[in-house]
Structure formats: structure tokens, C-alpha cells
């Protein structure tokens, strides 16, 4: 997946390696980036399913009792 920055271009990036170090650094600059972001999107991913889960479990308080508290405190006991 190629991740597009501002005005769907791409960033450049510039980086000086000895010449001793030839390689297709670019390619390899490129392949690591991806990894980083797909760690960071799946770790995202696990946070966004763990909060989801945190959610969806049942209350322990009884809301309706909490409801009629406050109907009964605004209007009074002929609630309204």
C-alpha cells in the first residue's frame, strides 16, 4: 500500500551512505516504512477492538433506577 502525504505526493526522502554501502536503499527504506505503518495501523486496529470490547459489556448500574432518580429530583414525585 503507498501512503500518500498532502496533495497525494508522495514525501522525499534524502539520505547520504558510503559508497562502500551500495545497495537499493531505496527499496529498503521504502519496505521498512511499510512495516512500521502496518505495525502501527494493527496496533491501532487491537486498541480500537479492545475499547470497542470495553464498551459493549453489560452495565453493572441500573440506569433506569438512575433515570427515575433524576425525573423525580427535576419534576418531582408526580413526574411531570
Do not use: C, H, Q
Not at 18 to 46: F, G, H, Q
Not at 60 to 68: A, E, G, Q, S, Y
Request: no cysteine; glycine share 4%.
Amino acid at each position: 500500500m503507498i501512503y500518500f502525504g498532502k496533495d497525494n505526493i508522495m514525501p522525499v526522502i534524502s539520505v547520504r551512505i558510503d559508497d562502500e554501502l551500495k545497495r537499493n536503499w531505496s527499496e529498503i527504506i521504502r519496505t521498512e516504512i511499510a512495516k512500521v505503518i502496518e505495525r502501527l495501523e494493527s496496533r491501532n486496529l487491537a486498541e480500537a477492538l479492545l475499547l470497542n470490547e470495553k464498551l459493549r459489556r453489560k452495565s453493572t448500574i441500573d440506569t433506569t433506577k438512575i433515570i427515575r432518580e433524576w425525573r423525580k429530583k427535576r419534576y418531582g414525585e408526580s413526574g411531570g
